[in-house]
């Protein structure tokens, strides 16, 4: 019946694109190209996946870890989120990485994740994630796929453009999406000001070549408008970073009428080994600005958080050469810069092109100062002077490009709901393939790289619709997976994903998987309530704190009575996973507990802290599966009341044993 | 849920070996005869059991450790960093004088060979999957020693500490 239909339109004439349009809801059949889709994502029971997907949880706050081309979710990394399941954001060894200068914050909305490169080449080592709502950037360990750092971005609101990297990992950056008073302290003034005293940071965040450690190095004060998406420059552009920005008309209210009013915004071209001389100079200003700064050891299984006091400005006006202004067609969106690193495309949410800017053409407008105006001290270049090409009708409502090896861009079409192919050089689409429905980003194997992989893409769509099995009113995000090693794509599968994810990277998986660590050794574990083996198992009282120094092993705990605990003691399980064995975690949950439970990685050891209310008996059990007596695996603590006189004492090696 | 594939699918092998006999009417007698072959063996671990009346019946195959060279004397040196090893990844499952989760280890050398301890803490997935002995055992304590990544050096350690342990008694 819909094909019939769809036949009609087709034979009545009208184009391609309205009936992509008109036809959305009709397009609920469309299944992928019978041919050898199937045979090309089987993945055989006991076969693994030849690349990772990593993609943004979005309002979830977590990053999906999937297999591809299964589309198989292979795991969830709690990043700003609080994680009952594994217990982050709730263990006293979790907390600490939640915590931020406005205290602590259980939750945010993850958008872009960036891998760490070597020489512009994904190396498997670290994965940035942004947070959104409360500016923080996070840097996964691959080695755990554990979140170990994160860093908060002082004077921004809505990190968006956000956590893209130099080539060698040397930046990371952040921005602001919603430009505001300089610096936070300063921000109880007037909404109607906003043009007067709104300022736009975008933040330079050193990464150690080593540690990984995040410090932030500069923030280049810019004007008031909304930095939306940002990357860097690499092979002949390395040593520029490149940011989109709307709202250039400033506007504080209605943004969706009063920010499209100019035909142009811009993409702000950063030269940041620039700023790297200018600091040389002594031309940054230090402002007050407290932030903080969390890191997760993976020797003593704890987290730490510091306080940093200021950072670093750098103004454009006193600092020469180090931003300029390329106008952009309407609103652009993506930022987005080709493996060679001289075309740096923009997606123009609104444009009827997709404007693609020359580097080489960038540098010529500087030495001939091909300049149109001036903005804040920001030199504007000519558009005609940098623009290499223009993608004339490439679809409608561009986002994201993504690159191949051979030349080809993928940009996403969110109103059109399609990924166009297109030629780089030439700027000529190639191929359209629709997708399920309205794409937000994609990503292609290593597709903002300096050497893509492809073979893949995914788009990862915002509507689903009709496309899986109704769950209510809330449906699963969507993510499709394409063949792009043809002239033309091939859509392979439809797989739900946690969030909703935003941007994403995809890698061989040889690249990662060989570094993954499978325990922690437990002569190396320098937690401060570790217990090294049984025999060292006991229970404390400090003052109303109760310290058990517990372990778990297949399938006990000890101690597993615990008597003389009352209502209102701060009682504090420091469990030890005793097992040195791939796979073998121990859960560990205590009944009526205002907390989530444990979930503690051989080596390793975890902190539950449980404060009683009733006088009782409180059962407490292993929560993981781990071996044919793990139903076995359980024990009680005896609460009595506060003024009770019952000793404390429990069945640990080195306790008295309650009586 | 922790399984280990491989096993799994030789236990399912198994499965269907037994009901091809099932078939051939023999099941019966391949039933009593496993249970009989560990009625010996399978106790020879804890403190109550005569070490003298276990009977080797052929030489086991060891994978990982194939000789063990013992000093005539105990090494304290090696037996101190033995018993540091020991109380740290072996105390959570082993007493020396009684059954815990596993079995009693005071007088383990006096009942196992240097190269059937070594193995059992460097090879263990193997031993519990290929030696008779450690197959009975399964059927007492139903748990299955974890490997504990001890590396040949502190493993060697921990023998000569149940050495100097079994020689005290």
């Known amino acids: ?659 | 849920m922790k399984t280990n594939n491989n096993k799994r699918t030789r236990r399912e092998a198994k499965a269907i070996q037994l009901a091809c006999l099932l078939v051939w009417g023999t099941i019966l007698l391949a039933g009593v005869g496993s249970i009989n072959a560990c009625s010996k063996e399978g106790n020879g671990d804890g403190a109550k059991t005569d070490a003298s009346k276990e009977v080797v019946k052929e030489k086991p195959q060891y994978y990982k450790v194939k000789n063990v060279e013992l000093g005539a004397t105990i090494d304290p040196a090696m037996a101190k960093h033995g018993t540091q090893i020991f109380d740290v990844t072996c105390t959570g499952c082993h007493k020396y004088d009684e059954k815990y989760v596993g079995p009693a280890l005071g007088q383990v050398t006096k009942r196992r060979t240097p190269e059937f301890i070594m193995n059992m803490i460097l090879d263990t997935e193997t031993m519990i999957d290929k030696d008779d002995t450690v197959k009975c055992m399964l059927q007492t304590y139903l748990m299955k020693m974890p490997n504990m990544q001890v590396d040949e050096k502190d493993a060697r350690a921990v023998l000569e500490h149940l050495r100097e342990v079994g020689e005290k008694k």
């Open chain 1, 1 to 659: 019946m819909k094909t019939k239909i769809l036949s009609l339109l087709a034979a009545l004439g009208i184009g391609s694109m309205v009936v992509l349009i008109t036809a959305c809801p009709s397009a609920k059949n469309t299944t992928a190209d019978a041919g050898d889709a199937a045979q090309k994502v089987y993945v055989a029971p006991g076969k693994q996946d030849e690349n990772y997907f990593f993609a943004s949880g979005g309002f979830s706050g977590q990053i999906g870890v999937y297999g591809i081309p299964s589309g198989r979710l292979l795991r969830v990394i709690p990043v700003f989120s609080q994680d009952p399941e594994k217990g982050w954001g709730y263990s006293e060894e979790t907390k600490p990485m939640l915590t931020t200068s406005h205290g602590f914050i259980p939750w945010d909305d993850t958008h872009h994740l960036q891998l760490s490169m070597t020489d512009g080449i994904p190396d498997g080592r670290w994965l940035f994630v942004n947070g959104n709502n409360t500016p923080r950037i996070a840097r996964i360990d691959l080695t755990t796929f554990r979140t170990t750092e994160i860093i908060e971005i002082p004077n921004t609101a809505g990190n968006h453009a956000s956590p893209f990297i130099t080539p060698n990992t040397e930046y990371t950056v952040a921005a602001t999406r919603f430009s505001e008073p300089y610096t936070f302290e300063n921000g109880d003034v007037p909404i109607a000001s906003a043009k007067e005293n709104f300022k736009g940071a975008l933040s330079f965040i050193s990464v150690d070549k080593e540690s990984g450690k995040m410090g932030i190095k500069f923030q280049i004060l810019m004007p008031g408008f909304s930095y939306d998406l940002s990357h860097s420059g690499k092979g002949a552009s390395d040593g520029w970073f490149f940011f989109t920005c709307y709202n250039s008309e400033q506007a504080n209210t209605m943004l969706e009428v009063n920010a499209s009013q100019k035909d142009k915004d811009y993409i702000a071209a950063v030269n940041w080994k620039k700023a790297e001389e200018y600091l040389a100079q002594g031309k940054g200003r230090t402002v007050k600005a407290p932030y903080m700064r969390n890191h997760y050891s993976d020797e003593t299984h704890s987290a730490t958080s510091e306080t940093v006091e200021t950072v670093v400005t750098l103004n454009p006006a006193e600092c020469p050469g180090l931003v300029y202004f390329m106008p952009t067609p309407k609103s652009p969106h993506g930022c987005d810069v080709d493996p060679t690193g001289e075309y740096i495309v923009g997606g123009g949410k609104l444009a009827t092109v997709i404007p693609v800017f020359s580097f080489s053409k960038i540098q010529k407008a500087i030495a001939d100062k091909s300049i149109e105006s001036d903005i804040a001290g920001i030199p504007v270049l000519n558009y005609k002077a940098v623009l290499h090409g223009e993608v004339e009708k490439p679809g409608l409502g561009p986002l994201h490009t993504e690159f191949d090896a051979n030349g080809n861009a993928y940009t996403s079409f969110f109103v059109s709901s399609e990924v166009v192919k297109w030629n780089v050089k030439e700027c000529k689409v190639i191929d359209r393939a629709p997708t399920y429905y309205s794409v937000g980003h994609l990503v292609v194997t290593g597709g903002d790289s300096k050497k893509p992989w492809g073979k893949y893409l995914i788009a990862m769509n915002k509507i689903t619709k009709d496309r899986y099995l109704p769950t209510g009113p809330e449906l699963t995000q969507s993510a499709q997976l394409y063949d792009i090693t043809g002239e033309k794509m091939k859509l392979l599968l439809d797989f739900p994903t946690i969030g909703e994810p935003h941007y994403a990277q995809m890698c061989p998986a040889e690249i990662i998987k060989p570094k993954s660590r499978k325990t922690f050794k437990l002569l190396e574990n320098k937690h401060p309530y570790v217990t090294l083996g049984e025999k060292e198992t006991r229970v404390e009282r400090k003052g109303n704190a109760v310290h058990v120094y517990a372990t778990a092993i297949r399938s006990h705990f000890k101690p597993d009575n615990i008597e003389g605990v009352k209502v209102g003691d701060e009682v504090y399980f420091h469990v030890t996973n005793l097992e040195q064995d791939w796979d073998v975690p121990h859960g560990f949950a205590i009944r009526h507990n205002e907390n989530a439970e444990l979930l503690i990685m051989p080596g390793e050891t975890q902190t539950l802290k449980w404060i009683p209310k009733k006088p009782g008996m409180y059962a407490m059990y292993c929560t993981d599966f781990c071996s044919a007596l793990h139903q076995e695996m359980q024990g009680y603590i005896r609460v009595s009341p506060a003024n009770a006189k019952v000793e404390l004492s429990s069945n640990a090696a080195k306790d008295k044993k309650p009586q």
